[in-house]
């Protein structure tokens, strides 16, 4: 089946850096990504949806300055999650859409970040 | 807003007992759902889906029922095994053409030996 690669599984950075996130489709091309946020416990939440060629759409209440979202392939994304901050620790999960009629998602394996 | 929630926050199960993961969404307008797993600090794993013109569909071991008139969605996993032990979610497809999902809070199945 479809590969979504993510890259770091985990990451602790301290507070005021910034993070990137890559997240590969090994096997196919997506023309677009999703990134997810996810807290302890919680289900996955839409930060925004990265569009190859074109600026992400964000969804509601996510910063797009804290978040920012390059789409430079049609096989790469990256989050790069600016000025840590320790509530900003969370599990980050990325996925890509592909199958038949492209609505099956398949998922990175997510990163764990860690702001200490 | 249009949600996806769970029923059961957490199932316990005797191992090669089946299992039963309910959901209820409420946008009736979906037309596309698809059931994950997720293992402790794991992305999720796509398990099964169905469109809302099919009432139920089948894998190994899986099977998913939709019933549009309650909106609900259940999973059920056959002779449950201890790698069945996951976070399972529901996932609402509200967008058009590959567009995101709308996930449920998710079940907690723990099979018990």
């Known amino acids: 089946g479809a590969v979504v690669s993510q890259h770091p599984s985990w990451v602790i950075c301290k507070s005021g850096t910034s993070v990137k996130i890559e997240c590969r489709s090994l096997?196919?091309?997506?023309?677009?990504m999703f990134w997810y946020r996810q807290f302890p416990k919680q289900s996955l939440m839409l930060m925004a949806t990265?569009?190859?060629?074109?600026?992400?759409?964000?969804e509601q209440g996510v910063e797009k300055d804290k978040f920012l979202i390059n789409h430079a392939s049609l096989t790469l994304s990256t989050l790069t999650v600016t000025s840590a901050h320790p509530e900003d620790s969370s599990f980050y999960i990325c996925?890509?859409?592909?199958?038949?009629?492209?609505?099956?998602?398949?998922f990175g394996q997510g990163t764990r970040l860690t702001v200490v | 807003g249009e949600s996806v929630g769970l029923h059961l926050p957490t199932l316990s199960v005797q191992e090669g007992d089946n299992s039963i993961i309910n959901c209820a969404y409420s946008n009736s307008a979906s037309d596309y759902f698809i059931w994950y797993k997720q293992e402790s600090g794991k992305g999720p794993q796509f398990i099964i889906d169905?469109?809302?013109?099919?009432d139920k569909r089948q894998g190994q071991r899986v099977t998913v029922l939709l019933n549009k008139t309650v909106k609900h969605l259940s999973l059920q996993i056959a002779a449950t095994q201890p790698g069945d032990s996951a976070v399972y979610f529901c996932a609402e497809n509200i967008g058009d053409y590959g567009q995101n999902f709308v996930f449920g809070p998710g079940t907690r199945l723990s099979v018990l030996p």
């Open positions: 996925s890509a859409p592909h199958g038949r009629t492209n609505t099956e998602a398949f």
């Open positions: 169905i469109r809302s013109n099919m």
């Open positions: 096997d196919f091309q997506a023309t677009t």
């Open positions: 990265s569009n190859e060629g074109s600026k992400a759409t964000y």
